[in-house]
């Protein structure tokens, strides 16, 4: 009966989170100015990365590097579907576009799920290679998958405009309603799939794999499936960061990319979702917000003269304080929920 009340008071807090999440995307479309509209579309992006980023390298433990390279391929199919056959020829000056890439057209909605869908397959087939390794040597061979989509990307003329990228992308990520709605739909996925049996198995997989197969857990399948899940949102992640940018590049995609979402998860947390999305705001928010620190400043009669690249010094300073004091990261394997439940215990 107590477990029942506990339940359905957790599903309350769930959907007010929702529910002001919702509020939240009217609210900032239709008040705030077009700059801060931007900053919060481009942070809900960076969410749906992070969040699906965590699910294989937090809450399943595998060190993938991989996150550029499904990202690359979810912007570029997006890309492809969404630019009429006119701006293809009009753009290609490398080559001329395959026959086959200007029979293709899709709306957006359907051009982000076959991105997505495409990831997953790809996923699903490196598994069978990339799993028979672990640790460093996994990391190794998922940094040079991103490192083989990019140099595709620019081999491929005929198909990807080679490294001039593909322009003129129709902007539908400059609406809230998109980019909010898909970060909501895939942080309410993950979570599911985290407090499912899967989400059990990944975490058991994460702390002891060999124990976890001596108790009975397919490893493969469950880190294939946190493979395929992580993929498939960041393939939408990336159709929605080229409809957000309107033009991408091969030189978008480099490891900086995934390198950015890893400073992101170790930040918030490894394994905790809403330590992703916490390290998310902070890092991408929080760099925009820091843009004052590049300009001349006044304070208290005191002038200084504008320095570039001061913000990027201030904000390692605060990353490197906030690894020393908290070395678990923001909320460390922890939920939202788990700080009620704590706040409960010591009243």
Do not use: C, H
Not at 67 to 93: C, H, K, R, S, W
Not at 124 to 145: E, N
Not at 197 to 211: F, H, I
């Amino acid at each position: 009966m107590m477990n029942d009340a506990i339940f359905t008071k957790q599903r309350l807090i769930n959907l007010g989170i929702i529910i002001t999440a919702i509020w939240f995307t009217w609210y900032a479309q239709n008040t705030l100015d077009e700059y801060t509209v931007r900053i919060i579309n481009n942070v809900a992006i960076f969410i749906i990365l992070a969040v699906s980023y965590n699910l294989i390298n937090g809450v399943t433990g595998q060190f993938s590097l991989e996150p550029n390279g499904f990202v690359a391929i979810g912007a570029y199919v997006v890309a492809i579907l969404t630019v009429d056959a006119e701006g293809m020829l009009y753009q290609y000056d490398i080559e001329d576009p395959s026959a086959w890439v200007l029979a293709m057209q899709a709306e957006f909605i359907w051009a982000l799920l076959l991105a997505g869908i495409i990831s997953a397959l790809l996923a699903l087939s490196l598994s069978f290679p990339v799993f028979r390794v672990r640790g460093d040597y996994l990391a190794i061979v998922t940094l040079g998958f991103g490192f083989i989509i990019r140099i595709l990307a620019i081999n491929s003329p005929t198909v990807t405009n080679g490294s001039l990228g593909i322009n003129d992308i129709p902007e539908y990520s400059n609406y809230l309603y998109w980019t909010m709605g898909a970060a909501i739909i895939t942080v309410i996925a993950i979570l599911n799939i985290i407090y499912s049996k899967y989400g059990r198995a990944m975490k058991a997989v994460r702390d002891d794999e060999d124990a976890a197969t001596a108790m009975g857990v397919d490893t493969f399948k469950i880190k294939t499936l946190a493979f395929s899940t992580s993929a498939f949102f960041e393939g939408i992640g990336g159709g929605l960061l080229a409809a957000l940018l309107t033009s991408i590049s091969p030189d978008l995609f480099t490891f900086f990319l995934t390198f950015q979402l890893l400073i992101i998860i170790v930040l918030g947390g490894l394994g905790s979702t809403t330590g992703a999305i916490l390290g998310t705001i902070f890092v991408m928010a929080g760099l925009e917000w820091m843009r004052f620190l590049d300009e001349p400043i006044s304070f208290m009669g005191i002038e200084t003269e504008g320095t570039p690249g001061m913000r990027m010094v201030v904000f390692s300073l605060i990353l490197i304080l906030v690894m020393l004091f908290a070395r678990e990261g923001l909320m460390g394997k922890k939920e939202l929920k788990d700080l009620f439940k704590k706040k409960k215990a010591n009243k």
